[in-house]
């Protein structure tokens, strides 16, 4: 296991659900990110956060909202989604971003369904 | 736009022989390299890197070959076996300090025959 945890691990929604995806990492790094992987595609950066300040917003719809309430923790929360949000949401962490040779590290991802 | 891609979608490859995995890239600029692998239900895990200032870089079973005058970055794992089957795709890191971005290739299937 790589020190990243995601729950939960599967998740299927309505459009008018309001769910959150949670993010925990046990490598004492200072940096997390959103990740969104869909078939065939590369995968997309979302949100990134340094020292529980988030750093980078990659032109995400605003019902994607992430929180970090410290720098093990990370939460994304989601509102009023479409189907085509569906995918699978990856965290990842690292130890800081101010590194070229920083290497991130990857949860298990939500496999995330919107009906 | 720029971007890095992989040539082959689905490798084959008969188990015990080496399998070589390639990759493009189109900004020069680039300073590191990352090599990941991700089996089905999993997350990327971190296989191998290399920095710009290197050509070549080694571990266990894996090798990573860094072409920087066409671009071209290639993973070539040794003796493959059945617990190598899975998506590999590669990433650049580019940026500055505190803007660090990865870029990740679409990725290739390695599928290994027993």
């Known amino acids: 296991e790589t020190g990243v945890t995601q729950t939960p691990r599967h998740l299927v929604m309505g459009m008018t659900n309001k769910k959150s995806l949670k993010c925990e990492q046990h490598?004492?790094?200072?940096?997390m990110y959103w990740y969104k992987q869909s078939a065939k595609k590369p995968l997309e950066l979302m949100f990134v956060y340094s020292l529980e300040e988030r750093v980078e917003n990659n032109s995400v719809p605003s019902r994607f909202s992430p929180e970090c309430p410290n720098s093990s923790h990370l939460f994304l929360h989601l509102h009023t989604l479409q189907p085509e949000d569906s995918a699978l949401y990856l965290c990842?962490?690292?130890?800081?971003?101010?590194?070229?040779?920083?290497?991130?590290?990857f949860g298990p991802g939500t496999r995330l369904t919107v009906l | 736009g720029e971007s890095v891609g992989l040539h082959l979608p689905t490798l084959s490859v008969q188990e015990g022989d080496n399998s070589i995995i390639n990759c493009a890239y189109s900004n020069s600029a680039s300073d590191y390299f990352i090599w990941y692998k991700q089996e089905s239900g999993k997350g990327p895990q971190f296989i191998i890197d290399?920095?710009?200032?290197?050509d070549k870089r080694q571990g266990q079973r894996v090798t990573v070959l860094l072409n920087k005058t066409v671009k071209h970055l290639s993973l070539q794992i040794a003796a493959t076996q059945p617990g190598d089957s899975a998506v590999y795709f590669c990433?650049?890191?580019?940026?500055?300090?505190?803007?660090?971005?990865?870029?990740f290739g679409t990725g290739t299937r390695l599928k290994v025959l027993a």
């Open positions: 990433a650049e890191n580019r940026g500055t300090s505190g803007t660090y971005k990865y870029i």
């Open positions: 490598l004492g790094h200072n940096a």
């Open positions: 990842a962490s690292s130890e800081e971003t101010t590194s070229v040779t920083d290497t991130q590290y």
């Open positions: 290399i920095r710009s200032n290197m």
